[in-house]
């Protein structure tokens, strides 16, 4: 059974500074994973989706690493802003035939201090 | 282009009674999936609906909840009897087609069971 992880629960750093944020999954046989952004009351975003044959994604100061032997991947925010602030979740599918059945890791809560 | 509409945003209820939550996919979205959030614990996936047809219920409690996607109109997960452990935000996204797209999520319905 799969499982999620992210470590740390929760992160506090000053503005400007960047800000890496790991999950690692124990079977390391997935079809892709994906990064969300969640603000307080409201739903999931989509950030990044990186396949399983992919080493890395980027979408302007993001950054997603993909290590499928070692179970892990890394979320790099470059440069962080206030808005930043928010809980960042990984999650995994496991097979194209499962559709967007996805096992989440419990977040990662960051403040970005001004 | 709205986005998934979820409602009521926020639902009380008293111990017995039954819920409804509702959700209507983005425009061209024909696959539908249900998340739990719990008090302090991460996302679950419950179910995964098309158009008609139940796909995964994998996650669903066996008893009083139940979910369904109509040809026509939003997709409903109901929830009979409730009891205070059913309090918890419930997430809808959805998907254009099994592929690689990532999920659209709404802002959820928050059930307080009182």
């Known amino acids: 059974k799969q499982e999620v992880t992210q470590i740390p629960a929760a992160l506090s750093v000053p503005e400007g500074e960047n800000l890496v944020l790991n999950c690692s999954f124990t079977?390391?046989?997935?079809?892709?994973l994906q990064w969300f952004r969640q603000d307080p009351g409201k739903g999931l975003t989509s950030l990044l989706l990186?396949?399983?044959?992919?080493r890395e994604q980027t979408s302007g100061r993001l950054n997603a690493s993909l290590d499928k032997s070692s179970g892990r991947s890394t979320l790099y925010i470059a440069a962080s802003q206030p808005g930043d602030s928010a809980t960042y979740l990984c999650?995994?599918?496991?097979?194209?035939?499962?559709?967007?059945?996805?096992?989440f890791g419990g977040g990662t809560r960051v403040l970005v201090k001004p | 282009n709205a986005g998934v509409m979820q409602n009521p945003r926020h639902l009380v209820r008293r111990r017995g009674q039954e819920a409804r939550l509702r959700c209507s996919p983005m425009?061209?979205?024909?696959?539908v999936y249900w998340y739990r959030q719990l008090p302090e614990e991460g996302l679950k996936f419950m179910v995964y609906?098309?158009?008609?047809?139940?796909?995964?219920e994998s996650g669903m409690p066996k008893e009083r909840f139940s979910a369904e996607f109509p040809k026509e109109g939003p997709s409903i997960l109901r929830i009979q009897q409730v009891v205070r452990g059913d309090s918890a935000a419930y997430f809808c996204?959805?998907?254009?087609?099994?592929?690689?797209?990532?999920?659209?999520f709404g802002n959820g319905t928050r059930l307080t069971v009182t």
């Open positions: 609906l098309q158009k008609e047809n139940i796909i995964d």
């Open positions: 425009k061209g979205h024909s696959h």
């Open positions: 079977d390391s046989a997935i079809y892709n």
């Open positions: 999650a995994v599918r496991q097979s194209k035939a499962a559709g967007n059945k996805l096992t």
């Open positions: 990186i396949q399983s044959s992919q």
């Open positions: 996204a959805s998907s254009p087609q099994k592929g690689n797209s990532p999920l659209h």
